[in-house]
């Protein structure tokens, strides 16, 4: 009994020792990467179809050596996070006001649940009547997608905040504003991350469709210039350097929001 104090969890990998799961990530990343290379070599695709890793890695240095790539980078950087903003802080305001208010909530909440599976590109031509073909359609585009995830999100987290903590503030006789940035708030703070998390992808998916279809800048832009003059390596390089981007920007908020911390422990 004196050294049960030294045993350790069942679930913790002995010290210098590998875990299974990150032996199995490494085995998926690695067959993926196999199974790539022996396509690009094996003709049974179109050639250049499927380029070679090295080709695909001569075309990410390209890329990240370039200044054009960095302003349309910029560009698309700047639309999906004034997207963001817009449609973030809207549906903050909308999930808070569902979530606190019943009558509203069986009024308009269900509107959101029909809308928010709809692929918002189809609202694009309208989005182009309204702001016209610059960045504003881009934005508009993006903040509508991003609306929905951070609206729903939200009025479920208001929906599970202790109700001691509302009496408690209503006895100190706190005022609306008081209420949401000292009880609500900081009370549904992982619901709003993740709902943030979902509304970075949404908004990004969104802005990047947008740019496919009409513009003369941005990363959707040159992807698609890419797939017109048949130049995959460049196309592909450009997706991966997306997908990073968008990881890292993903990790950022679930750092922000401490949701990264929690499940690490």
Not at 57 to 76: D, I, K
Not at 113 to 136: A, D, E, Q, R, S
Not at 244 to 265: C, P, Q
């Amino acid at each position: 009994m004196a050294d049960t104090g030294r045993l350790r969890p069942l679930t913790a990998p002995a010290p210098g020792i590998v875990s299974p799961v990150t032996l199995l990530r490494v085995a998926i990343i690695l067959t993926i990467l196999a199974t790539w290379e022996l396509l690009s070599y094996s003709g049974w695709l179109y050639q250049d179809v499927v380029p070679s890793l090295l080709a695909i890695a001569r075309a990410v240095v390209e890329l990240l050596s370039s200044g054009e790539y960095y302003f349309n980078l910029a560009v698309t950087a700047g639309e999906i996070g004034a997207a963001l903003a817009i449609g973030g802080l809207s549906g903050l305001t909308v999930g808070i006001l569902l979530g606190a208010n019943r009558f509203m909530s069986k009024a308009f909440e269900s509107y959101l649940y029909y809308l928010g599976p709809t692929p918002k590109i189809i609202f694009f031509p309208i989005m182009i009547m309204w702001f016209g073909v610059g960045p504003g359609s881009k934005i508009a585009l993006g903040t509508l997608s991003c609306f929905f995830p951070v609206a729903l999100s939200a009025a479920a987290g208001m929906r599970q905040i202790d109700k001691v903590l509302i009496r408690v503030g209503k006895s100190f006789r706190a005022s609306t504003a008081q209420m949401v940035f000292k009880i609500y708030l900081p009370a549904m703070r992982y619901p709003i991350i993740n709902g943030v998390r979902l509304g970075l992808g949404v908004a990004l998916i969104g802005t990047l469709l947008a740019e496919t279809k009409l513009s003369n800048k941005g990363i959707g832009f040159l992807i698609i210039n890419a797939y017109s003059t048949f130049d995959m390596p460049r196309m592909y390089a450009m997706l991966i350097v997306l997908f990073v981007l968008s990881i890292g920007a993903n990790a950022l908020v679930g750092r922000f929001g401490g949701l990264d911390t929690i499940k690490g422990n």
